[in-house]
């Protein structure tokens, strides 16, 4: 016979909180009890788990805030031994009560370590979730839904960002641990296990222009890309897919720039030049002034309606001969 | 309406929205600023609309690095100036195009409906005035936020001259505003882009931070001064198209923080454009030239470092391209090391190579409680190899490690090969 208990996978600290006090009220280190995860294979040897049995008049366990905030956070992590590691810095914590503080501690460190992975899953969640527009609803709502995977079980980490952020439409997130659903009114969690959807939607090929528009082909940092963007979420967004083709492209694109010509302005520049000119009442001009003005142009604020800056020759005079070049 | 610029523009309203999403955000991609923070917090609980602002959020990343936050794209990429290095230059040939002010509402909110983006990122190109331009950019943010209840992030470039009105406006909706130095100093300006003008560009970021600055204020009578970009304003520069050293840069940058209490400046390595003009550079800067600038940019933002001071050792003021200005720095000014571990004030701390400003508050912390041992800075997943030569700890002295004279040799990446992707 062991002490312990047997755990949802999806588990979160509200659960874990009452078995943790049970165990300490009983008086119980860290070592006599077993935090088994119900998805975690069991053998033959594992024995029966019973709970402990509080001790009256026992004294309850005391959390500084910032150790409770861990605790909080890691028990959203997948680890199976997240429990265990609670427990035992819960049981720490009574004798050294600024534990969490101590990041060199291994435990802390690990816990910390933890807390990171889950507040970067919960970050990339908000950043990489894509709804798909699925009709309307009765009430004639837009509905959108999304697929996401999330390596930790942080669905209600993410719930006031989207219900706070998508309030006029409704949506549902649909992932490996559990779904969200938001009506406009209130936010549903479940911890069902979802199917990935056949999702689509035509917007998706706007986004997929600017994506690939708003790239530069002179400058490759796929390294920086791969950090922040790592191939796991690729399969679920739209845009991913067209990386290999742009990344396939980029040198023959850069190399015509380098072998592109100076070609003639085109003939809107020379109107536009002329305009500037007759405005300034001068000879034709040249894209390549003389700086024969030498009086000085006043700085004023002028709303030309024809052209901005008729005394463009004059300024560069200015610019150039009047003012030593100094720092911005 | 100007009417070349009319009829220009009725040859290009043929093309599709997706055409033309296309060549206004290739237009736009120039422009390194994406942030989508420093506006606070707000969300859509309370007036049931769409869209909040936290920290900034990238939503995705193009294989150049960059990420992808805000709806990136110019209102027309049609321009009567001609500045050398942009691609929207008068006197270019790149194919031109508009989109209407309802085209990019729609676009703005169908893509924050689909968690593509944070909001938002309007510039254009001058097409009547700078206060006809304007005037459209704004009336974009006013319906998204009026019409539409739009409380993502819009950030608007401000367009040089633009009425003090206008410019009251876009503070109004806007989380932040920017207008764009463009080169780092004033003569590299005059050069590259005629028609701009140092002094004007001063001028409005000056007006900017006396908004933004009032807005933070309360009237005698205790109101709240009206809202202007809470986000505050923030700029870019173009390295490597002028001979600018990046003394000069950061020279220009340390009085744009200080000055005008800049949020951000942005550092653009020139990057070879579609029908480059002749008088730009032919070889774009390194791309690390850029990254060292970023670096050194942190080091005076977070770090309590003077940009004097990073490229004070540097005789041709360029920063050194093989290791990063902080180790570069404490290489330079070795006297100031080794520093005790358990003992030195948090100020010297942010000055070790290898230590972040995540690492030293972590270090602060449990120094109270214990004493700290070289292996303990292991589990802050600090890089010991890197930090050994500059620090005391408990058991730990880095003895000849300190005065060694080749000490640069231990950092210096070895050569490698180049990688290919």
Known sequence: MAYGFILDDHSSFSTWRPLARQCFLANRTPEEIEWRCASAETTLFDAPLVAPTPKTGAKPPVLRSNCLALLRSILRHADQT??????????????????????????????????????????????????????????????????????????????????????????????????????????AFSPTPCAKPKLSDDIDQLWQTYYVSTFNPARIKTKAMLSEMPRKYWKNLPETQLIPHMLANAPARVAAMAAQQPRPAPAFHHKLQQRRASVDHRAPPSHQHQHQHQHQHQHQHQHQHLTPHPHADQEQAYAQDRHPESEF | MHRLAQEHIMNTMKQSLSDRLALLSDAAKYDASCSSSGAGKRDSAATK??????????????????????????????????????????????????????????????????????????????????????????????ELRQTHKFRGYIHLKTIPNASPALLAEAGLYADRLSINVEMPTERGLADYAPQKHASEIRHSMGEMRTHIDAAKDRTLAGRKAPRFAPGGQSTQM????????????????????????????YYSAFSPIPDASAILPIRPPPLLREHRLYQADWLFRFYGFQFSEITASRPDGMLDLELDPKLAWALANRAVFPIDLNRAPKEMLLRVPGLGVRSVQAIIAARRHRQLRLEDLAKLKVSLRKVKPFLYATGWSPGRLADQQNIRQLFVPHPQQLALF
């Open chain 1, 82 to 187: 997240r429990f265990a590691l609670a427990y035992r810095i819960l049981w720490r914590a009574q004798t050294e009560p600024a534990l969490a503080s101590i990041a060199t501690d291994p435990d802390i460190a690990r816990a910390l370590n933890m807390h990171k992975q889950v507040r970067q899953d919960t970050h990339k969640m908000t950043a990489y979730v894509r709804f798909r527009e699925h009709g309307a609803t009765q009430d004639g709502r837009r509905s959108f839904y999304a697929w996401f995977e999330p390596d930790h079980y942080i669905l209600p980490n993410v719930a006031p960002f989207f219900s706070k952020r998508f309030v006029d439409m409704d949506w549902v997130i649909l992932t490996p641990k559990g779904s969200l659903a938001w009506n406009g009114e209130t936010c």
């Open chain 2, 49 to 142: 609309g769409l869209g909040s602002v936290s920290n900034g959020i990238c939503h995705a990343f193009t294989p150049d690095g960059r990420c992808i936050s805000l709806l990136k794209i110019l209102l027309t990429n049609f321009c009567i100036y001609d500045c050398a290095y942009c691609i929207n230059r008068s006197s270019s040939n790149v194919a031109r195009a508009r989109f209407t002010p309802e085209e990019v509402i729609w676009l703005t909110l169908e893509f924050y409906r689909r968690n593509y983006i944070e909001g938002l990122f309007l510039s254009s190109g001058i097409i009547r005035s700078s206060d006809d331009t304007m005037s459209q950019m704004v009336r974009v943010a006013r």
């Open chain 2, 238 to 265: 173009i390295v490597g198209a002028d001979q600018a050293s990046d003394r000069d840069i950061l020279s220009s940058s340390s009085s744009l923080y200080t000055g005008y209490k800049l949020r951000r400046v």
